[in-house]
């Protein structure tokens, strides 16, 4: 599991969801991230979006399966190189 702190003052919206959406589709495992205690589906744009992410929300990425660690980081990087 990888931590990211958002960055951007507009939060997470839907580029950078789109971003992650389309990332995380092309791993074959599973992938969630993570705020609080909730669980949010990182396949989905529409989950994403839900997670209603601000600036200086803490996000964890967790995945299942092959890969896992590498999908993590790079998911990881998108969300602390997001700017806008």
Do not use: F
């Not at 958002?6 to 495992?29: D, E, F, T």
């Not at 396949?43 to 399966?65: R, T």
């Amino acid at each position: 599991m990888q931590e990211a702190i958002v960055k951007s003052k507009n939060g997470i919206h839907a580029r950078p969801a789109s971003m992650i959406a389309s990332l995380a589709n092309q791993y074959s495992g599973e992938i969630a991230l993570i705020k609080g205690e909730k669980s949010y589906n990182a396949k989905s744009i529409m989950s994403i979006m839900s997670m209603g992410l601000q600036e200086n929300d803490l996000v964890k990425v967790e995945a299942k399966g092959d890969g896992a660690e590498a999908i993590e980081l790079e998911i990881q990087k998108i969300i602390n190189d997001i700017q806008e």
